[in-house]
């Protein structure tokens, strides 16, 4: 933990330091060896939240990106059942920062537990697993609607480049003959109905995340954040980049979850 209570105050461990547990009340000692990220651990119990992960220095980066009165913060719910959410928001957003794979069972019962959720998942371990392709235009435009998308993987170069067929050229009946067309041909109208959507392919994805119903952002240590999204009702799954810098501050002025990375900032060039 990053956080105990001492003579009434949170604070960060020191060395030496002795405090109580803001979850628990349990007795917890700083852990500031040379080596170790500085934190706190509980002096008998091994953790009064089963959900709680060890903190990575990844973890800590994440939580230092909010201000400290929405780190750590204690949840609990009308039954009285109690979890510490890595971030809570003055607005009232959780972000669960997960380093760890998780199961179904454990991601389901903390998604209901905390509803208003935000998973962040460190993409490291499985970046060299993980494909982004070729950019979708924005999917409520009047483009996005005409095109039928061939879905990109790996092993597919063409459709990983991009192609399509049109709606337009094709009447229900005739599908099966559909005209293919590749991405180069429409490349501007593509370039200005673009609002951070890609095709992506994920070798051996971890699963419960494509099934997750709280959105989730997958970090792979760029300045954009992934985020998982079913681009339309043709189910083509996508991906959308949010900036780090509008995630951190949407997380802060938006209440709801689903709201978070959904406001585009295009980059303005000029000349
Ligand atoms: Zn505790």
Redesign the pocket.
Known sequence: MQYAIVEGQRREAFSGGKGV?P??A?NTIAKCGPRVLHHWA?SRIRN??PWWENETPWHRQWKNLFPEDSREINHVASDGEVHRADVKTPTGIVLEIQHSSMTDEERISREQFYGNLIWVIDGSRFRDRFDIFHPLPDPSSELAKDLVWYKATRQMQGAANGLFWRRSENPESARELVQIHSIHEIKNDVQLAYRGHHQYDWIRPHRTWLDAKCPVYIDFGSDKLVRMEIYDESNLPCIRLVSRKQFAHDVMTETLASAVGTNFYPIHTHG
Do not use: E, F, G, Y
């Open positions: 547990c979850t628990c349990a509980h009064c939240d």
